[in-house]
């Protein structure tokens, strides 16, 4: 029994982690936007291509670890059938 509640304890932990890493991904993305943004609108237009590029990569990125959230979800039987499945 206490195999299995320390193996439910480290799924939860690495749940907890990868939500912080989506937390600061997210708060990252939108920075980049606000900088794209105004360089953008200061006549800067080379920059935005760039930053699409960027923003793509942190949109998969985030993706991601949602997609590797939710099996964690599944493997400790927390999300009582409610969770998005994007499979």
Same mark, same amino acid.
């Given at each position: 029994?206490?195999?299995?509640?320390?193996?439910?304890?480290?799924?939860?932990?690495?749940?907890?982690?990868?939500?912080?890493?989506?937390?600061? %991904?997210?708060?990252?993305?939108?920075? #980049?936007?606000? $900088? =794209?943004?105004?360089?953008?609108?200061?006549?800067? @237009?080379?920059?935005?291509?760039?930053?699409?590029?960027?923003?793509?990569?942190?949109?998969?990125?985030?993706?991601? %670890?949602?997609r590797f959230t939710?099996? #964690?979800?599944? $493997? =400790?039987?927390?999300?009582?059938?409610?969770?998005? @499945?994007?499979?």
């Open positions: 029994m206490e195999n299995t509640s320390q193996g439910r304890e480290r799924r939860l932990t690495a749940m907890n982690g990868a939500m912080a890493l989506i937390v600061v %991904l997210l708060v990252v993305q939108i920075w #980049l936007l606000s $900088a =794209t943004l105004d360089a953008f609108l200061a006549g800067h @237009h080379e920059a935005a291509v760039p930053a699409a590029i960027v923003s793509g990569l942190l949109f998969l990125g985030c993706a991601g %670890l949602y939710t099996r #964690l979800e599944e $493997a =400790t039987g927390t999300n009582n059938g409610k969770a998005l @499945h994007l499979s």
